[in-house]
């Protein structure tokens, strides 16, 4: 951990809510978390319940209620499978066993061992004339994508190649 969250973007934070509903404040100081650290801690959650007299068990329920706060690092790069109806249809399930297999990781958010690459199931990406379909570090949409297209995304990512690095 790097320490507790900076005390002035906590304050500004704050601010924005009325004394009485400072307890909003959450999502905004489980980003701040997540920026610092890359992931929410277990420390931040606990700082973050006594900023806003809550229970860490309350800050916990809406870190893990919102997909957008991660409680364990990510990879350089996160790779998210669309996992949905016309994906699954589509072959989402061979491409997801494809980098599974091309990583050496599994799909629920793992890791691979050296931090390049964090394999997870995406809902639904709201891609579905592009199924099956990925998407890199939450902005660059891929589909149809086949198991010979990741391999080449692999490639592209480890390298640098073509500005997704």
């Known amino acids: 951990m790097t320490g507790p969250l900076p005390g002035p973007a906590v304050q500004e934070i704050l601010g924005r809510y009325p004394a009485a509903h400072q307890r909003s404040a959450v999502m905004p100081l489980l980003r701040l978390a997540q920026e610092r650290e890359g992931h929410v801690t277990?420390?931040?959650?606990?700082?973050?319940?006594?900023?806003?007299?809550?229970?860490?068990?309350?800050?916990?329920?809406?870190?893990?209620?919102?997909?957008?706060?991660?409680?364990k690092p990510k990879g350089r790069h996160v790779i998210s499978v669309c996992h949905n109806?016309?994906?699954?249809?589509?072959?989402?399930?061979?491409?997801?066993?494809?980098?599974?297999?091309?990583?050496?990781?599994?799909?629920?958010?793992?890791?691979?061992p050296d931090g390049a690459f964090t394999l997870e199931h995406a809902e639904c990406l709201a891609a579905c004339d592009i199924a099956p379909c990925v998407q890199v570090d939450y902005d660059r949409m891929l589909g149809p994508v086949t198991p010979r297209d990741v391999d080449a995304l692999l490639a592209e990512l480890r390298t640098g190649a073509g500005g997704a690095a």
Do not use: R
């Not at 806003?52 to 329920?61: F, S």
């Open 42 to 71: 277990q420390e931040a959650m606990h700082e973050i319940a006594g900023i806003l007299g809550l229970t860490p068990a309350e800050v916990l329920a809406v870190a893990t209620f919102y997909s957008i706060f991660h409680l």
């Open 85 to 112: 109806l016309s994906c699954s249809l589509m072959g989402a399930e061979e491409i997801l066993e494809h980098l599974e297999e091309a990583l050496g990781v599994g799909p629920d958010s793992e890791t691979t």
